[in-house]
């Protein structure tokens, strides 16, 4: 079953990454951890958080202002917004995709949704995002991610409190896009979600049941992907796999086969930023001109996992 | 600008509503509310409360267990599972549809996402899993609806204690509907959030404000909607606006002008059920053979409002 051709696709992307940090090695020594184990199984150095006085909306106003520096769009031509969210605002009511309408000036004929997922909801939220559009004949609408887990992490913890970081991240939908989607697949394990939840307001952690599940799952639903999409594995340019930890994603990799070169681990200076991962890196790729092909894959909280193939638009 | 054709709709729906009640008169009188005020205002009688043990997930898995007696599908065909909610269980981490595909049964290939969104939400939400569905050649998806705002509610605020009531839907999305959808158009006013938010954790509500909003907004949006479908006013056999409160939407019927006698207003038994109160209506009218053409409006948290006409698929 083949997924039907789309013209709605990504234009570009801008990243709103905080500057308050906190140096990951003295919180490692904190907790008994040393900087070996930080630095290459977690894989962070430091990790950025909201200052207090920062909100879900307020990072996505920054990630927007960031976006007008490099891209044409104006605030008026906005159709749609979407953000990805498991911490948003006032505790959702309002949504924060209403909050981040006003904060930016977009019309108020804007559709506007928050999703609900996690470290998957990227891959996800791209694909609802341009279907939902495409369906409306839209063709210009913004995709904010922004999941501060700073907000719900005991710091006594140290399974959570050395793995996540903050960012917000804003990815520009449109009618010029220089990707579109090609193929997707998406998988739900609810039965297993007690691995990564939420308890007394605090985020809990399973981390050997999070790590055998991107071990087992995501190898397996990444090359589905590619033998469906009928795109040669060898001329995927780029994977862009959801940056968990270190160690997690190396034995992820060893085991998709054949794709170490072209798949960046880079979360040094952020941490696992949930569902911003991938949009931070796919920034940093989307303009290089040997980028044609994109696979990305987002696996975590639900557990979720879903992934994706983006190429070049067929030039008319 | 005309949105696509589509080939995905709504064949069935079913609705759960907790046994358990509130009875609003003796409620009203706590609050020196007079029975008159409550019947004629209001509008609700009664309103029902999920049980302490009771969760977003049991009373959606409640409103799919009704589905299985009314349809044909089974739990192992369902590909796409949406929860609309601003309540998820355990604070949203897992998403609540990730915890109700394993609640129901549905197979691990079932792409699972929460929509954040209030008494517009069903709306939204019914166009988001169609264009979601189609765009990844997708078949049979349930869309649930289950805002328990009970769990927000300070009982002490007459403003929202007496209107809100719990309720649970399903939404069978497929590929051999009753309804598709023909025109929609959505709308989002956040810098009017304050009107419905939660503050330290309990909801707050403007209710001047949303009475503002709903009599002048949606009758222009309705009306709107009705023009660029091309459908005559006339011909539509049902409105189906969300049921805020009986004054409000007396009111807003008067507004739109003419739609009267084709427009309900049945929130007794149930109150206001946020995301659930358009399809607790439809399911009551959606096998009417005299029921072609619907036109529903959802409006309220965002501040939100979204208008969609659904009319008979053209038969193959």
Redesign the interface.
Known sequence: ????E?NLGIQDIATYIPPARIDNLAQGQRHDVDDDFVLQKIGARSLPRLAVDETVTSACRQAFEKLLEKSSVKADEVEC?VVCT?N?D??????????????IN?P???????????CSGYV?CL??I???M????MRKGLLFTCDPYSK?IDSDDKNTSLLFGDAATVTLISDAPKLV?RH?K??????G?EA????D?K?FMNGRAVFNFALTDIPQQVNEVIKESGVNKNEIDLFLLHQGSKFMLENTIKRIGGIVERTPIDLESTGNTVSSSIPVLLEKYINADEVGTVLMSGFG????W?TVIYTKPVSV
Chains 1, 2 share one sequence.
């Open positions: 079953m083949r997924n039907i789309f917004i498991q948003p006032r505790g959702g009511i309002p949504h924060t995709s209403a909050l981040v309408q006003a904060a977009a108020e004929s804007t559709a506007c949704f928050d999703v609900g997922l996690g996800y694909q609802l341009a279907a939902f495409q369906m409306h004949g719900i989607s997707a998406f998988s739900t394990r609810g039965a979600g990564l939840t939420k308890k307001g985020l909280v639900g557990l979720s879903a």
